[in-house]
């Protein structure tokens, strides 16, 4: 081996560790920019901007967005906070800023509101939940919480003053990151309602009401007085005293309208098997469908008492007067007809 030989074999072999040690070590990729993130908390990691982050995945660069909504951030920005934290050569893909997105949890206002409506139902002399009418001191709006709250709204203490109607309402809700719950207080009044049917027009005692007399509405019941008559109950009935436009009906105000009226003339009825008789009569008092009433039979000018069921048509019975058959034969205007079977 001359000496030429001798000096390229020491060469080779002292370059030969450091070739197999190069061929040995694993590529390690470079960090990528991605366009856009989620991020469950209120802090922006490197991990969470670049893929290929490595050991520093970890270290926070950024507050997060408000609970719900997304940001944006110029790459330039961005590469500048990771060649703070000596992360460098990433591969921005053109990318001129990414968007963040920050996730929440949104309790529903209406949601909250029916949550504090079941808390006060018959309190204090309050009803059902779905009668209940609050007015909060705040205006309550979405909430949005950490979406680490994924506790159910846990009431903790209700409070109700019969006297003013104010209400104190307080929940936790359960938070997983941390022991301590998330507070929720709501304050106001509430009021029970109910339906009500209310007139539009004045209404005159003994008027009967018609369907287009009245509309539904709702009205705190405190201020009908009484049991509130329902639409359906109040057409066709009669008005015991003088009601005014844009006063709610209760059924006291109410009762059946009258199908005989005292001094008019009536059809008195008779039914046995067999036998079907009218008879002119005339009444004494004024009587609803179902009432008893006094009429004066104007064959026998006597007074017997029948039951109205129908307009100026009163039910006797044989017993209330002569018997029939005879007073038929006293008077040809009566009918008698065979009942139909």
Known sequence: MNIRQAIYATLLFAAAPATAQAQSEPDIAAPVLRASI?????????????????????????????????GSLPTAQVLAALRAHQVIGVDTKD?????????????????????????????????????????????????????????????TSARYEPRNGRFDVAFEI????VSTPTKLRFTGTAIETVDAAVLTRNLDRGEVVKSADVVVERRPKGEIGGEAASHDHVVGM?????????????????????LVV????????????????????????????????????????????????????????????????????????????????
């Open 174 to 177: 359960a938070n997983d990151s």
């Open 238 to 258: 009669q008005a015991r005293r003088a009601v005014r436009a844009g006063q709610p009906l209760r059924t006291a105000d109410l009762a059946k309208a009258d």
């Open 38 to 70: 989620v991020v469950n908390g209120d802090l922006v990691r490197i991990g969470d901007v670049v893929d290929n982050a490595g050991t520093s995945a970890r270290i926070a660069i950024y507050r997060a967005p408000d609970l719900g909504t997304t």
């Open 262 to 341: 005292r001094d008019e003339s009536v059809t008195l009825i008779f039914e046995a098997p067999g036998l079907f008789l009218t008879i002119r009569g005339k009444a004494l008092e004024n009587g609803a469908e179902g009432d008893i009433v006094n009429v004066i039979n104007l064959t026998s000018q006597r007074t017997i008492s029948g039951v109205v069921v129908g307009r100026a048509r009163v039910s006797i019975s044989a017993a209330a007067d002569t018997p029939p058959a005879a007073a038929a034969a006293d008077n040809s205007s009566q009918l008698i007809a065979p009942k139909a079977e």
């Open 95 to 155: 990318i001129q800023a990414i968007s963040v997105t920050r996730l929440a949890r949104t309790l529903e206002s209406k949601d909250i509101e029916l949550q504090v409506a079941h808390a006060l139902e018959h309190k204090g002399g309050l009803g059902d939940a779905a009668n209940l009418t609050l007015t909060f001191d705040r205006d309550v709006q979405n909430l949005q919480l950490d979406v680490s709250n994924t506790g159910a709204m846990q009431l």
